[in-house]
C-alpha cells in the first residue's frame, strides 16, 4: 500500500505529465513536451536532434507509461498509474527487471535534459526543460539550486 506521502507525490507527478490537463497521460501528451522543448531549442522538425527527441520521449511512453495502462484504451488514467506504483514500490528492492526499467528511464530522461550532451545538466538546460513541460521559470531555478 502506497504511503499517504508517495500517494501524493505520484499524484502530483500524474498531472505534470498530463500535459492536456484532460485527466490521463497519453503518448500525444509526450509527444507535446517534446515539441516544445524543440522549439526552445530552435530543433526544426525533420532534423536529426529533433526526431531523436521525439524517439527519446516516445520511449518514455513506450517503456513508462504505456505499461500502466492497465485497461489497453491508449491513456493513464491515475488510478492506473498509482495501481502499477504500488506495485512497483511493493516489488522494486526484488526485481531487477523494475530496477533496470527505471535506471533506463532516468538515462533518458537525463539524455533529453542534456540537449549539448556533455554529460551535465545546466541550469539553462534544466530551465528550457522546465518550460517545455509548462513549469516556471522561477520554480525551475528554485528547484535546480535544490538539486545542485
Partial sequence: MLTEFLAKKHTKNFYVYDADGSGYVEEADLQRWAKNLAQLRDWQPGTLEFENLLAKFKSVWINFWQPADIDGDGKVSLQEY???????????????????????????????????????????????????IGLDEATAKSVFIKLY
Avoid: W
Fill in 82 to 132: 498509482l495501481k502499477v506504483v504500488e506495485v512497483s514500490v511493493d516489488n522494486f528492492p526484488n526485481s531487477r527487471e523494475m530496477q533496470e526499467s527505471h535506471t533506463a528511464k532516468a538515462n533518458t530522461i537525463f539524455s533529453i535534459l542534456d540537449a549539448d550532451n556533455d554529460g551535465t545538466i545546466s541550469q539553462s538546460e534544466y530551465i528550457q526543460f522546465c518550460r517545455a
